[in-house]
């Protein structure tokens, strides 16, 4: 199987059938986070005024401004603070720029996108390899149209774990990310040095790169299931579920 | 000084007084090969009608289709064949698809614009650093959007020898770059196994790899110092002579 990893969403490549979709801090974590918490879906919206056009739905609305909750959120955008939010049956619209763009790239030619980060690294990478027959791509979501050190190097632990999987046939993209996940002696290492851990630091949720940093602790993989206006539906799914 | 690497030209960032453009298999090699050998000045164009504009006027026009000399054209794109080629004294039209786009996109904003490669990769990283003030971007060329390992181990060998300069404090595009270059035993490994590689294989032109692999061997850097027209122009530069 081939395998492709796009350290920033691209203008308009093709993408295969399958795209892995990470934006470790924080976007992919929190979502994985809130479906595991209980949520039954996640709307994917790209900044605030999309996701403030759900309020009168009976939605959670969740997201950051400068990694902060926006006034009139319910939820922020922390992995740990939406493991334990009371999320139960609830539909959530997280609002987050990068990830969000990625996602959209991923599901403008892709058949199945799926949210990953380290968090369900291994469930992601399993699911991916079930519904791909030639190809998987991993897109990293990156930071304002910038690489983002924690992207690829969850990109790299996806990559490595796929291989274990079976053969893969690594293009360019993945042998950066396999380099950079083999420079780091662990996750924590390399995600507290990204752009995206020094920005939390600022403001004070420097917690969340720890909690991001763990790796295969949920089964739960968000799979991208329709569109309602310009938001991406995602829910939960699993790998050994007959795809 | 702050160090940057971008992993590909971005659409719409400021770049720093300061950048580098690699797009070391093989077009800022074979510029520094053209000057080496004598050109007088390149003039840096994408595509081959923007090229042939320049027909009638005294000059050589170099390039590729698929790796080949174009119909019409005096030379290919080989940096093997630019060392050796008469062009003493001449201006040189090259034309690149990927390496100009970057050159363009650097320019819009940057001071000093640099063609780098492995070759001339001391020389290279030394003037630069006599040009900087406080920041150096290396902006990796890549290959039709998708990032290159080629690129990114010469961005990790420019910012290896940056370091030893004088301290630097990389971003994330610098740390995922050293990543990589600290992942092979040796520029040819890294530089053979990219799609860079792979395509001048399939054309028979597998000897300019180990050529490109070549480190710091030559002192002359193609500096950008006007434009004609769409054209970019480039003169020999080297470090020491003062700025």
């Known amino acids: 199987m081939r395998l492709r990893v796009d350290v920033l969403p691209g203008e308009a490549l093709p993408y295969p059938d399958v795209v892995l979709v990470v934006d470790v801090i924080r976007a992919t974590t929190t979502a994985c986070c809130l479906l595991e918490a209980g949520a039954e879906a996640l709307y994917l919206v790209a900044g605030l005024e999309a996701a403030r056009a759900f309020k009168d739905r009976d939605v959670l609305l969740a997201g950051e401004v400068g990694g902060l909750k926006p006034p009139g959120f319910d939820l922020g955008n922390s992995p740990r603070e939406a493991l334990e939010a009371p999320v139960g049956g609830k539909v959530v619209v997280l609002s987050t720029t990068n990830g969000t763009k990625a996602a959209h790239a991923a599901a403008r030619t892709a058949k199945h996108v799926l949210l990953a980060s380290l968090y369900n690294a291994h469930a992601a990478a399993r699911l991916a390899r079930e519904l791909a027959s030639e190809e998987v791509a991993i897109l ?11 992207d690829l190097y969850a990109a790299g632990v996806l990559a490595e774990y796929l291989g274990l999987l079976g053969e893969v046939e690594p293009e360019d993209g993945a042998r950066i990310a396999l380099s950079v996940k083999r420079s780091y002696q662990d996750p924590l290492e390399a995600l507290a040095l ?42 939960r799914a699993h790998p050994g579920q007959g795809g």
Chains 1, 2 share one sequence.
Do not use: N
């Open 140 to 150: 990293c979501a990156g930071k304002e149209g910038r690489a983002g050190l924690d």
């Open 194 to 235: 990204s752009a995206a851990a020094q920005a939390l630091r600022a403001v004070g949720l420097e917690a969340d790169v720890p909690f991001a940093a763990q790796v295969a602790r949920s089964a739960t993989v968000p799979l991208l299931t329709g569109r309602v206006g310009e938001a991406l539906i995602f829910r």
